[in-house]
C-alpha cells in the first residue's frame, strides 16, 4: 500500500507540474486576436494567481473534509483548534485545560490562533507578491534558465531564515549554495553564443537589448527573495504550530485568493511589474477584455490553474507521508525533467556550457539530498539501538 500510494504521488507530481510548466510559459508568449490581425501578450499576472489560488483552496478543502475524522469538529479538521489527548482525566484543547471551564488559563502561543493566522496572511502576501515578478522574468530569460534559476530556492531560503528567524545552517549546505551558485554563473556565461547574438528576437517573441538578461535576473532574484521568506515562514509555521499540509494549503490559498481579488478590482495605477497595465482599468475588467478578444487564452490559462491546484495536493500528500527527503528527491528530478520538456515542446536551444552549468546546480542540489539521507539513516539507527536498550531491560 505505501509503494502504490509512492508512485501515485510520483506519477501525480510529475504529470500536474510538467503540464503546469508548459501552460505557464505558453501563457508568457503572445496569443493572436480573435480576427487574426494581431497578437498581444497576457499582463494580467494578478488574474493568474487568482485562478490558481481558488481552485488550490477549493481542492484542499475538499481533501480536508473527505479525509476528516467523524469526530472532529470543522475548526478542527481546518487546524484552528487543536485538542490533545485526555491525560488524567483533563482534555487540552489549544493549550488550555478545561478542569476549571470557569477559569481556563490563557492559550499557548503554539496553538494562538491569531499568531497562526498571521502567519499564513503573511506566507500569502509574500506569494502574491513573488508571482508577478516570476512571469515578468520569462519577458527577458528563457523558461530553461528560469527553471534551472528557481531550482535553487536553498540560497534565499537559507538566507531568510538566517535573517528573519536567527537559525544556523550546517557546513555542507555553504558548499550546495557555492555549487548552486557557480553553475546558475556557468549557464547565464554561455548563454549567449554567437547564433544568439545574431538573431533579432529573443525569447517568447520579444526583442532583446543588451540589458535584458540583467533585467530577467533581477526579477528572478526578487522572486526568489521572496519564495526564502517564504518557506522560511513555512517551517516556522510546522515548527510552531501542529498544522497538516492541507490545512496550510487551504489558508494560504484562501488568502492569496483574497489578496489577488481585492487587487484586481481596485483601479491601480502603473505599477512595474504588479500593474504593468497604463489604461486606468483594474487588472480584472483588462483581463476578461484580453479573453474575450484572445480565447486562445482558455485552455492554458485553466491547465495552468487546475494542475497547480491539483499538484499541490500531491505535494503535500508526499510530503505527510514520506517526508522532506522523497519530497527533495521528487521535486529535483521534475525539475530537470521540466528543463528537457521546455527544450524539446518549445524549441529551445541550449549551448554545452549552459548543459554543465545545469549539471553543476543539480550536483550541488544533489549533495543536499544525499547529506539528509544520510542524516535519517543515521537517526533510525540511533533509533533502532535504544529500542533494542530499552527490550533488553
Request: contains cysteine; charged residues 15%; hydrophobic residues 45%.
Amino acid at each position: 500500500m505505501s509503494f502504490i500510494r509512492l508512485a501515485l504521488c510520483v506519477v501525480g507530481v510529475y504529470s500536474m507540474f510538467l503540464l503546469w510548466a508548459i501552460a505557464q510559459e505558453r501563457l508568457s508568449a503572445p496569443f493572436k486576436s480573435i480576427d487574426g490581425t494581431s497578437s498581444h501578450k497576457f499582463k494580467s499576472a494578478l488574474f493568474m494567481g487568482t485562478c490558481q489560488s481558488a481552485l488550490s483552496s477549493i481542492s484542499a478543502l475538499i481533501y480536508i473534509l473527505c479525509r476528516r475524522k467523524s469526530t472532529d469538529t470543522l475548526l478542527q479538521s481546518l487546524g484552528l483548534q487543536h485538542v490533545e489527548p485526555v491525560s488524567n482525566g483533563v482534555a487540552i484543547s489549544n493549550g488550555k485545560h478545561h478542569r476549571h471551564p470557569e477559569h481556563p488559563p490563557k492559550p499557548s502561543t503554539r496553538y494562538s490562533h491569531k499568531a497562526l493566522l498571521l502567519s499564513y496572511l503573511q506566507c500569502s502576501v509574500f506569494i502574491t507578491s513573488a508571482a508577478p515578478f516570476g512571469f515578468a522574468a520569462l519577458s527577458y530569460m528563457s523558461y530553461p534558465a528560469m527553471v534551472l534559476g528557481k531550482s535553487c530556492k536553498l540560497v534565499p531560503v537559507m538566507i531568510m531564515n538566517v535573517l528573519l528567524y536567527r537559525r544556523k545552517f550546517a557546513p555542507h549546505k555553504y558548499l550546495v549554495v557555492f555549487m548552486v551558485t557557480l553553475g546558475i554563473t556557468i549557464f547565464m556565461g554561455f548563454g549567449n553564443d554567437k547564433k544568439g547574438k545574431s538573431r533579432a528576437s529573443g525569447n517568447n517573441g520579444q526583442t532583446q537589448t543588451p540589458y535584458a538578461n540583467i533585467i530577467g535576473i533581477s526579477y528572478l532574484l526578487i522572486n526568489l527573495a521572496l519564495d526564502g521568506a517564504i518557506n522560511s515562514t513555512q517551517d516556522e509555521v510546522f515548527t510552531r504550530h501542529k498544522v497538516t499540509g492541507q490545512q496550510m494549503m487551504f489558508w494560504i490559498n484562501l488568502f492569496c485568493t483574497i489578496l489577488t481579488s481585492i487587487l484586481s478590482i481596485l483601479p491601480l495605477p502603473y505599477i512595474p511589474v504588479i500593474h504593468p497595465s497604463t489604461d486606468g482599468q483594474s487588472e480584472l475588467w483588462g483581463a476578461l477584455t484580453f479573453i474575450q478578444n484572445h480565447p486562445s487564452i482558455i485552455v492554458p490559462l485553466a491547465q495552468f490553474a487546475l494542475t497547480g491546484a491539483l499538484g499541490q495536493l500531491f505535494i503535500f500528500e508526499t510530503l505527510q507521508h514520506f517526508g522532506s527527503l522523497t519530497l527533495v528527491t521528487i521535486t529535483l528530478t521534475r525539475k530537470l525533467f521540466t528543463m528537457v520538456l521546455s527544450v524539446v515542446v518549445y524549441n529551445h536551444t541550449l549551448t554545452t556550457g549552459q548543459w554543465l552549468g545545469a549539471a553543476v546546480v543539480f550536483a550541488g542540489i544533489s549533495v543536499e539530498a544525499f547529506v539528509k539521507r544520510k542524516d535519517v539513516h543515521a537517526k533510525r539507527v540511533i533509533q533502532e539501538k535504544e529500542k533494542a536498550k530499552i527490550k533488553s531491560l
